[in-house]
């Protein structure tokens, strides 16, 4: 009995971390991006890098603004909505593909994050 509930215990743990791998997505900097391009091919990934200055402009159905991490910059074009947060020069984590392999592909998105700091500072209440 104490073998099987062991068994169980491995298989549930197993089948856990194959899960959660799955789900996780990692980011990579522009210039990884930039030099994974080829091998990504068009398979999804989040892009990191920060808003280039004067580069946000609409397009049909979103924006397309440029990204860059100071080595490498890509365009980004952006399908939907944008966070309230997004401007120019905001850290962002973009989720999408290369639109091609091509080395002028754009980066097509369909979801911004804004980046933040790990520290929270709440905004001062006066309670007086």
Same mark, same amino acid.
């Given at each position: 009995?104490?073998?099987?509930?062991? /068994?169980?215990?491995?298989?549930?743990?197993?089948?856990?971390? &194959? &899960?959660?791998?799955?789900?996780?997505?990692?980011?990579?900097?522009?210039?990884?991006?930039? %030099?994974?391009?080829?091998?990504?091919? +068009?398979?999804?990934?989040?892009?990191?890098?920060? &808003? /280039? @200055?004067?580069?946000? %402009?609409?397009?049909?159905?979103?924006?397309?603004?440029?990204? +860059?991490?100071? =080595?490498?910059?890509?365009?980004?074009?952006?399908?939907?909505? +944008?966070?309230?947060?997004? =401007?120019?020069?905001?850290?962002?984590?973009?989720?999408? @593909?290369?639109?091609?392999?091509?080395?002028?592909?754009?980066?097509?998105?369909?979801?911004?994050?804004?980046? @933040?700091?790990?520290?929270?500072?709440?905004? =001062? /209440?006066?309670?007086?």
């Amino acid at each position: 009995m104490a073998i099987s509930g062991c /068994v169980v215990a491995v298989v549930a743990i197993v089948v856990l971390a &194959v &899960v959660l791998s799955e789900n996780v997505v990692y980011f990579r900097t522009v210039t990884e991006a930039v %030099h994974d391009r080829e091998s990504q091919g +068009t398979s999804r990934f989040r892009l990191a890098g920060g &808003v /280039v @200055h004067d580069s946000i %402009h609409s397009i049909r159905n979103g924006v397309a603004f440029r990204v +860059t991490d100071g =080595k490498n910059t890509v365009t980004v074009h952006h399908d939907g909505d +944008t966070p309230a947060l997004f =401007k120019d020069r905001a850290p962002v984590v973009v989720e999408g @593909h290369w639109a091609s392999k091509a080395q002028n592909a754009p980066f097509d998105s369909d979801r911004i994050l804004i980046r @933040h700091g790990a520290d929270y500072t709440p905004p =001062k /209440v006066n309670t007086g």
